[in-house]
C-alpha cells in the first residue's frame, strides 16, 4: 500500500461544476503540497498546508491532521483546470507523492 | 513562471552515458531539491541542498550525484545511464528548506535514454 493514496484516479467533469480531489495518508508528515501539473509537464505549486484550510481563487484546500485526510476543492470549474493533481508529504526531509488525480473539465 | 530554471530542455542520449542537468534557483532561495518522474514509479525525491551542503536524500541511486555550488545553482549528474533512466527530471527551490517552505519548480528537462 502506497503511502499516499489519492482519489479519484480520474475525474471528468462538466464545466461550473464543484470538484473534490482527496488525498489520504499514513505517515506522520510536517507538511502536505496539492500540486499541479499540465499536459506540457510544468509543475506549479498550489498549496502547502500544516493544518487548517487555504483558499486561492476557486481552489480550496484543506487538511484534518488527526484523520490523516485531505481534500482540494475546485469551485465553478473551468476547462483551463484541466490537469493532474498531485498529493504529496513533506516526511522529515523527504517528499512522498500520490499517484495523482487526471481532471478533464469538459465545455 | 516560477523563477526556477533548468538547462537542457530536452537530452537524448544513449546508454552508458552521463549526462548534466542543470538548475538555477530563484533568486535568494537558499535550497534546490531534485525530482524524478518517471512512467512506472511517477515523482520520487532525489536529493535536496541548502547553501551548498547536501541535506537530505532520496531514492536517488548511486550512479547518480548532484551538488550545489557557491552561486547556489545545482547540477544533477547522470552517469553510465541505462533505458529506465528514461524520465522528466524536475528541480525546485525553496528559501529556507525547511519544511514549512513552499517549493517552486523549474520546468523540467525530458530526458530519453536509447
Known amino acids: 500500500k502506497n503511502e499516499v493514496e489519492q482519489s479519484p484516479q480520474n475525474l471528468t467533469a462538466q464545466e461550473g461544476e464543484f470538484i473534490t480531489i482527496n488525498c489520504s495518508y499514513s505517515v506522520g508528515i510536517s507538511a502536505l503540497h496539492w500540486l499541479q501539473q499540465h499536459p506540457g509537464g510544468g509543475i506549479v505549486s498550489l498549496f502547502m498546508?500544516?493544518?487548517g484550510k487555504k483558499k486561492h481563487g476557486r481552489l480550496i484546500a484543506t487538511i484534518n491532521i488527526q484523520e490523516k485526510h485531505s481534500s482540494l476543492h475546485i469551485t465553478a470549474s473551468h476547462p483551463r483546470d484541466s490537469a493532474v493533481y498531485i498529493c504529496a508529504v513533506r516526511v522529515n526531509n523527504d517528499m512522498r507523492f500520490g499517484a495523482g488525480t487526471r481532471l478533464t473539465v469538459k465545455p | 513562471d516560477s523563477g526556477v530554471t533548468q538547462t537542457p530542455k530536452h537530452l537524448i542520449t544513449a546508454t552508458g552515458q552521463r549526462v548534466t542537468l542543470r538548475c538555477s534557483p530563484r533568486s535568494g532561495d537558499l535550497s534546490v531539491y531534485w525530482y524524478q518522474q518517471s512512467l512506472d514509479q511517477g515523482l520520487q525525491f532525489l536529493i535536496q541542498?541548502?547553501?551548498?551542503?547536501?541535506?537530505a536524500k532520496g531514492n536517488i541511486l548511486e550512479r547518480f550525484s548532484a551538488q550545489q555550488f557557491p552561486d547556489l545553482h545545482s547540477e544533477l549528474n547522470l552517469s553510465s545511464l541505462e533505458l529506465g533512466d528514461s524520465a522528466l527530471y524536475f528541480c525546485?527551490?525553496?528559501?529556507?528548506?525547511?519544511?514549512?517552505?513552499?517549493?517552486?519548480f523549474g520546468p523540467g528537462t525530458r530526458l530519453t535514454v536509447l
Open positions: 525546485a527551490s525553496s528559501p529556507r528548506g525547511s519544511s514549512g517552505d513552499e517549493q517552486f
Open positions: 541542498y541548502y547553501n551548498g551542503e547536501e541535506r
Open positions: 498546508l500544516s493544518s
